[in-house]
């Protein structure tokens, strides 16, 4: 049966007149003179209405996912806050709460700093095994994103050899320094914190086995980088001397 041109649509349910178009859609139909119940329109209409619903709904789950991301991110940050306080309970309670979101992102800073902070938290709470996993979560974290290496890679390493260090492991100790001196050769970290406390983790060490005199070089070493980027009188300078 033929339509006139002008003439509504009645839908199924009997209600008279198509959806109306949006106006970009109906200025194309006054241009061109076609009826607003053009079937090509009506087509492209309700298509544009369904990419506007779409869009609706990925800006809403955009802003639901930012919202919880940033939640987490703050409960990163508290755990920290609480590490620096000495609440190591409260800080791997945290850090863990946080590591759970981020481990579904992929690439994600977060997840390493996460990582991180749990496994230094509960290096503190003589985790030592518990400790040692996640931070090696933080190594692989950080190589995943920087294949080459990064600084916080690096301080990533010095953290576990320093728990290693407690635990008379000094073998290992020398392993994760080496690791993190790596990353400094790599990177060209020349003169940066990071390359002063490989130096000076290698020293103690190695003075920790009873050899003193082969320690030396190392602290001097330590020292040295130390003057350079954090001058005689920080207390970095201080520490290495006391050693």
């Known amino acids: 049966h033929h339509r006139s041109p002008g003439r509504p649509v009645v839908s199924a349910e009997g209600e008279a007149g198509p959806e109306p178009l949006p106006e970009h859609l109906q200025r194309i139909a006054e241009h061109y003179g076609l009826p607003l119940t053009d079937p090509v329109l009506q087509v492209m209409g309700a298509h544009w209405l369904r990419v506007q619903e779409s869009e609706g709904t990925l800006r809403d789950l955009s802003m639901e996912l930012q919202s919880a991301l940033d939640a987490r991110i703050e409960v990163l940050a508290e755990s920290g806050d609480m590490y620096s306080s000495g609440d190591f309970k409260r800080a791997v309670l945290s850090a863990q709460r946080a590591l759970e979101y981020f481990r579904s992102i992929p690439l994600c800073q977060e997840r390493a700093e996460a990582a991180f902070q749990s496994g230094r938290a509960f290096y503190r709470l003589d985790s030592a095994a518990t400790a040692q996993s996640l931070l090696m979560e933080a190594v692989f ?47 060209r970290l020349e003169n940066q914190p990071e390359h002063a406390a490989a130096y000076r983790l290698i020293g103690k060490a190695t003075a920790d086995k009873g050899f003193y005199l082969e320690a030396l070089p190392y602290f001097e070493k330590a020292l040295e980088i130390t003057r350079i980027s954090s001058g005689e009188t920080s207390l970095a300078f201080a520490d290495i001397l006391g050693e």
Request: charged share 25%; glycine share 10%.
């Open 141 to 187: 974290s950080w190589r995943n994103l920087y294949p080459k290496g990064s600084k916080a890679e690096a301080g990533v390493w010095l953290e576990m050899g320093n728990g290693l260090l407690q635990e008379g492991a000094y073998d290992k100790v020398m392993e994760k320094a080496q690791a993190a001196l790596a990353i400094c050769d790599t990177l």
